[in-house]
């Protein structure tokens, strides 16, 4: 026979272990069935969460793991392929497992695709990096230098002038006039240099990096890269279930409420799931609201189902 549970939670990053966590901790039998694929792994350490600044984010992983196991909660690693919406959800996994569950939370996050320029994907997390409050502190007044992905790309080149004086902006492929002249005013303005041409390659020495080498074989002197990713919302389970979504300037993300409850009745998002800049300390928020919700969600439904079947007083 399948197996039920409560609720089904897809992923185990932050949201999805601090769903598990609050649902485990309310008596509700929870499965979380997760791929392995943290956004964050490629990072040392996390920042900006509080009592756990500077933790690795796989030791954060594993506390997590330990803590939902002691409330009865199960883990598997595995993917989900298929979801089924009846009475309860048939979750089937690629490992062959059927299971039902009465709600589901999908925590699946998103996936990075970073600019394809040879040496930024090795050094991604390093000093490669995206995200000035994840790691602006750590790299702080060394020469930065921002590598474009868009026009947008102007506004971290602003944010990282916060943490350095020495800031670089490479336009890469963005042509000078999708810049506006407020674009150029406000850059000038930090103190961020424009530097116009397309970037060729970083250079690294001793597994450094010391510099940006432009197509026209000029090398500028960096031990810091700022680059946004290509946000890839992995949003493939809420979209076959019919879920809503909207259009971001970073993608496609479901419509969800206040708790993270999409527009499928019975199924929560959380995490990078919902958004381009959950952070890890937002996402654990994120799984905390959406499991108190579901929590709320079944109680009433089992005691308007014990009402009906009283019949009228």
């Avoid at 939902?68 to 392929?81: H, K, P, S």
């Avoid at 080498?213 to 493939?236: M, Q």
């Avoid at 799984?287 to 019949?311: K, P, W």
């Amino acid at each position: 026979m399948t197996e039920k549970y409560a609720v089904v939670v897809v992923g185990g990053g932050a949201a999805g272990l601090s769903a598990a966590l609050v649902l485990g901790r309310a008596r509700h039998r929870t499965l979380v069935i997760d791929a392995g694929e943290p956004r964050n792994a490629p990072a040392a350490h996390m920042q900006g969460y509080l009592s756990r600044d500077g933790m690795p984010p796989a030791e954060f992983l594993a506390v997590g793991r330990e803590e939902i196991a002691r409330y009865g909660v199960e883990l598997v690693r595995d993917r989900v392929v298929r979801v089924e919406k009846g009475e309860d959800f048939t979750v089937v996994s690629a490992g062959g497992r059927s299971v039902r569950a009465r709600r589901l939370v999908v925590a699946t996050g998103l996936k990075d695709e970073l600019p394809a320029v040879p040496g930024v994907a090795e050094r991604f997390g390093r000093d490669v990096l995206h995200c000035p409050f994840c790691h602006g502190w750590e790299v702080r007044d060394q020469p930065f230098g921002v590598l474009a992905t868009s026009p947008a790309s102007v506004h971290q080149a602003l944010m990282v002038s916060q943490w350095s004086k020495d800031v670089r902006f490479f336009p890469h492929t963005v042509a000078e006039e999708e810049l506006s002249d407020e674009d150029l005013r406000r850059l000038a303005a930090a103190g961020v240099d424009v530097v116009p041409g397309e970037v060729a390659e970083l250079v690294t020495e001793d597994d450094r990096l010391t510099g940006i080498r432009l197509a026209d074989g000029t090398t500028h002197p960096r031990s810091v890269l700022f680059t946004a990713p290509r946000a890839v919302p992995r949003t493939g389970l809420l979209e076959r279930l019919g879920a809503e979504l909207h259009e971001t300037p970073f993608g496609a993300y479901p419509v969800v409420d206040a708790t993270g409850l999409t527009t499928v009745p019975g199924v929560w998002a959380a995490g990078n799931a919902i958004g381009f800049s959950e952070q890890v300390v937002h996402a654990a928020s994120g799984g905390y609201r959406a499991a108190s919700a579901i929590v709320g969600d079944l109680l009433m439904t089992d005691l308007d189902t014990a009402v009906r079947r009283q019949g009228p007083a």
